[in-house]
């Protein structure tokens, strides 16, 4: 992959996603400074995940979920690579506070419904991942609560460990098992649900669009966001007549 040295762009937003205790997380050492200070200046050649502070695009965020993000900014000398920004000097700016467990969580159900109606396809009558999401969701919301949530999973994972049959759905059903858990799961079940997509013969790369776009709806709106809507249950289990 070619690093490309750079000055930043104008008006560009960069972001730092951290664990509770300020760790950077992604296999990253050190303690952030939560209160602004300059990080010290990183001495010697940047080299992506080796050596310099690691920040994030808009475009780069959902491949590095964490339970904090932060808006951050740096000085000095940058190398953009692949899905980050390296650079020599960085402090965080401010915490976004519209990122939470909660949105974390329901980013993680909407990427899982995107793809649930592959595993439905080829398991019409197992209702038990879109039971998943659907308690997630209301545990989200506060309407459940944790027993439920965890009956709700192990649920999905029996489906999981009992179904054989194309990647595709075991790929989606995968993601509904993520979807419970929060800031970490959320990267899995995008990352699952864009596996889902590909292995069903749909564009990953237009999936992994889809998943910035919704992550960034997240950090702008918070909870007011709109979920994104269950298809129709068509198996016996539906209720349907």
């Known amino acids: 992959m070619v690093w490309l040295r750079r000055r ?17 997380g992604n296999r990253g050492t050190g303690v952030w400074n939560r209160h602004g200070k300059w990080m010290p200046a990183i001495t010697g050649t940047l080299i992506p995940c080796s050596n310099g502070y690691h920040l994030y695009r808009e475009q780069d965020l959902v491949y590095w979920i964490l339970p904090e993000l932060w808006q951050a900014t740096y000085r000095g000398e940058r190398v953009d ?38 595993f439905e396809a080829e398991r019409p009558d197992d209702m038990r991942p ?33 179904w054989a049959a194309g990647a595709a759905g075991w790929a989606a059903v995968a993601a509904a098992v993520a979807a419970v858990w929060a800031a970490g799961a959320a990267v899995a079940a995008a990352r699952a649900a864009a596996w889902a997509a590909w292995a069903a013969g749909a564009a990953r790369a237009a999936e992994r669009k889809w998943q910035e776009e919704r992550l960034l709806e997240y950090v702008r709106h918070g909870v007011d966001v709109e979920p994104w809507p269950l298809a129709p249950a068509t198996g016996a289990d539906s209720g349907d007549s």
Not at 8 to 24: A, F, Q, R, S
């Open 8 to 24: 930043g762009v104008m008006g560009e937003t960069l972001y730092k996603w951290l664990d509770h205790d300020g760790k950077p």
């Open 81 to 118: 690579y692949g899905d980050k920004v390296v650079v020599r000097e960085a402090r965080l700016v401010r915490r976004i506070k519209t990122w939470t467990e909660r949105t974390a969580r329901l980013l993680a159900c909407d990427c899982t419904a995107r793809v649930l109606p592959i």
């Open 130 to 162: 879109r039971q998943t999401i659907e308690t997630a969701r209301r545990y989200a919301a506060g309407q459940a609560t944790r027993a439920e949530l965890d009956a709700a999973v192990a649920a999905a994972r029996a489906a999981w460990a009992a």
